[in-house]
């Protein structure tokens, strides 16, 4: 009787010290849970350089994020001369739709700016706080004020004081000013920004701001809410490797440089064919110019005008004297550089104004006046050294197609690759032909089986005029 009361007092005494642990896992387990989710949590993002769609879909991306997780906020920290319209249009619609409070912060030194379309993604937010020491405006770019058509000007900046007018409204943000700014194409100081009404605070950094806008009731889309970032722990979302490699390519100076470097690439593959070693890098680096071209205000025209400056520029450089394609062609190349970023007609007055920087484009310039110099002396020096030994014992001689002439390629000779052109019908590859002239150290050289023909028609002749003179 004693031993059964012994196991039962035993069996509860391990049914305590189960429950006990079985408490104790879901105490540390639910704790931290308890104390995260009372802690007020701020997503985060910062955008930079040229607004691209990308840059929308990541920023809304952040927004739902914050959303679905009901943080106390979200800051967007920004330092831009604008995007495209679409983007641009997205992002302000997504904030002001929002249902938790948007701050926009303009943070940085003396070159941060929010300009163009920038201004407008500010200007949205339920909290729009600027730098010290950077500025915000420039509603439209520079050269919409000089757009030849007076109607497409007119129309274009009402349609951008009606999107900036909406903003406005609904931030209760001084819609006068906003328009003397837009129209004016005028750049406010911080200063100057929260005198006149269009932001709401200046603060030196995020901490600073932070602690400014603490216990603040704003107007989201489900009802007021109130900004609790004492202590707020602030959660930065980081974006894709192919979006931050598209945030780089798209600063002006760089795409520019990229057109610029894969032109000249395949103006040396074209030079020295084959090997496809500045082939491949020319490609990718074209590609990403082009792609970095879509998302930024470039005017096509100035895009053909570099086009036939680098075809004028392959062309002067298998031409075997010089001639005046090459300045043509440098000059052509200086104009479109200088227009890249000046659209003929604008579309938008929301895109950024951009430019090459100046001494870009003298430093690309003579790097590839430099290269080119240097490819035609390579090419005139292998021309001389050719044929200059042979020159009076190469007509007549043989020759194999090594690069097929349709007129002009090239022959094989007594081991060197020599510039040809075909005097009759074009010559494939690996063909034989026979060098019937020298012009200019390039040789002109007839199908092998043409030049032949001759001597067999004339052949017969020869000998019939022969037999009838021994007959007579």
Same mark, same amino acid.
């Given at each position: 009787?004693?031993?059964?009361?012994?196991?039962?007092?035993?069996?509860?005494?391990?049914?305590?010290?189960?429950?006990?642990?079985?408490?104790?896992?879901?105490?540390?387990?639910?704790?931290?849970?308890?104390?995260?989710?009372?802690?007020?949590?701020?997503?985060?993002?910062?955008?930079?350089?040229?607004? +691209?769609?990308?840059?929308?879909?990541?920023?809304?991306?952040?927004?739902?994020?914050?959303?679905?997780?009901?943080?106390?906020?979200?800051?967007?920290?920004?330092? +831009?001369?604008?995007?495209?319209?679409?983007?641009?249009?997205?992002?302000?619609?997504?904030?002001?739709?929002?249902?938790?409070?948007?701050?926009?912060?303009?943070?940085?030194?003396?070159?941060?700016?929010?300009? +163009?379309?920038?201004?407008?993604?500010?200007?949205?937010?339920?909290?729009?706080?600027?730098?010290?020491?950077?500025?915000?405006?420039?509603?439209?770019?520079?050269?919409?004020?000089?757009?030849?058509?007076?109607?497409?000007?007119?129309?274009?900046?009402?349609?951008?004081?009606?999107?900036?007018?909406?903003?406005?409204?609904?931030?209760?943000?001084?819609? +006068?000013?906003?328009?003397?700014?837009?129209?004016?194409?005028?750049?406010?100081?911080?200063?100057?920004?929260?005198?006149?009404?269009?932001?709401?605070?200046?603060?030196?950094?995020?901490?600073?701001?932070?602690?400014?806008?603490?216990?603040?009731?704003?107007?989201?889309?489900?009802?007021?809410?109130?900004?609790?970032?004492?202590?707020?722990?602030?959660?930065?979302?980081?974006?894709?490797?192919?979006?931050?490699?598209?945030?780089?390519?798209?600063?002006?100076?760089?795409?520019?440089?990229?057109?610029?470097?894969?032109?000249?690439?395949?103006?040396?593959?074209?030079?020295?064919?084959?090997?496809?070693?500045?082939?491949?890098?020319?490609?990718?680096?074209?590609?990403?110019?082009?792609?970095?071209?879509?998302?930024?205000?470039?005017?096509?025209?100035?895009?053909?005008?570099?086009?036939?400056?680098?075809?004028?520029?392959?062309?002067?450089?298998?031409?075997?004297?010089?001639?005046?394609?090459?300045?043509?062609?440098?000059?052509?190349?200086?104009?479109?550089?200088?227009?890249?970023?000046?659209?003929?007609?604008?579309?938008?007055?929301?895109?950024?104004?951009?430019?090459?920087?100046?001494?870009?484009?003298?430093?690309?310039?003579?790097?590839?006046?430099?290269?080119?110099?240097?490819?035609?002396?390579?090419?005139?020096?292998?021309?001389?050294?050719?044929?200059?030994?042979?020159?009076?014992?190469?007509?007549?001689?043989?020759?194999?197609?090594?690069?097929?002439?349709?007129?002009?390629?090239?022959?094989?000779?007594?081991?060197?690759?020599?510039?040809?052109?075909?005097?009759?019908?074009?010559?494939?590859?690996?063909?034989?032909?026979?060098?019937?002239?020298?012009?200019?150290?390039?040789?002109?050289?007839?199908?092998?089986?043409?030049?032949?023909?001759?001597?067999?028609?004339?052949?017969?002749?020869?000998?019939?005029?022969?037999?009838?003179?021994?007959?007579?």
């Amino acid at each position: 009787m004693i031993s059964k009361v012994n196991q039962t007092g035993a069996c509860n005494q391990i049914r305590r010290l189960l429950c006990g642990a079985v408490l104790f896992v879901l105490f540390a387990t639910l704790a931290p849970t308890r104390v995260s989710a009372e802690t007020p949590r701020i997503y985060a993002i910062h955008v930079s350089g040229v607004i +691209s769609s990308l840059t929308s879909s990541k920023v809304i991306e952040t927004l739902r994020t914050a959303e679905h997780n009901h943080a106390t906020a979200l800051l967007l920290v920004i330092d +831009s001369p604008g995007g495209t319209e679409t983007a641009v249009q997205e992002i302000t619609r997504a904030f002001l739709s929002a249902t938790v409070p948007i701050i926009v912060y303009v943070n940085g030194d003396q070159k941060t700016e929010a300009l +163009s379309g920038a201004l407008f993604i500010t200007l949205a937010g339920n909290i729009a706080a600027v730098a010290p020491a950077a500025k915000i405006g420039a509603g439209n770019p520079e050269s919409l004020r000089v757009n030849p058509s007076t109607g497409e000007q007119q129309q274009h900046l009402s349609q951008t004081l009606q999107f900036a007018t909406n903003i406005a409204a609904a931030r209760d943000r001084n819609v +006068s000013t906003l328009t003397a700014v837009i129209t004016n194409n005028d750049e406010l100081t911080a200063d100057q920004a929260r005198a006149q009404g269009l932001i709401d605070t200046i603060a030196p950094n995020i901490e600073g701001l932070l602690s400014q806008v603490n216990g603040q009731q704003v107007q989201t889309l489900a009802g007021p809410a109130t900004i609790q970032s004492e202590n707020a722990r602030i959660v930065w979302q980081k974006s894709s490797w192919h979006a931050r490699i598209l945030q780089q390519i798209t600063d002006p100076n760089i795409a520019y440089l990229l057109f610029s470097l894969g032109a000249l690439l395949l103006i040396i593959e074209l030079f020295n064919p084959g090997r496809l070693i500045a082939g491949v890098p020319a490609i990718i680096c074209l590609a990403a110019a082009f792609v970095a071209f879509g998302n930024m205000p470039v005017s096509w025209l100035a895009v053909i005008l570099m086009v036939v400056a680098f075809l004028i520029l392959i062309r002067e450089l298998f031409t075997p004297k010089f001639t005046l394609l090459g300045p043509l062609g440098i000059i052509l190349y200086l104009v479109g550089s200088y227009t890249l970023y000046r659209p003929v007609r604008e579309t938008s007055a929301i895109v950024p104004a951009v430019r090459v920087t100046w001494w870009v484009i003298v430093a690309s310039t003579v790097v590839i006046c430099v290269a080119m110099v240097i490819m035609m002396r390579l090419s005139a020096r292998a021309r001389t050294q050719g044929l200059l030994p042979y020159t009076a014992a190469l007509v007549g001689t043989d020759a194999v197609v090594s690069q097929a002439l349709r007129p002009r390629g090239q022959v094989s000779l007594h081991g060197q690759e020599l510039p040809a052109i075909s005097d009759g019908p074009d010559v494939a590859e690996g063909e034989r032909v026979r060098i019937a002239s020298i012009h200019d150290n390039v040789l002109h050289v007839m199908p092998y089986e043409e030049e032949l023909q001759p001597m067999i028609e004339t052949g017969p002749l020869q000998m019939s005029d022969r037999g009838k003179s021994t007959g007579a």
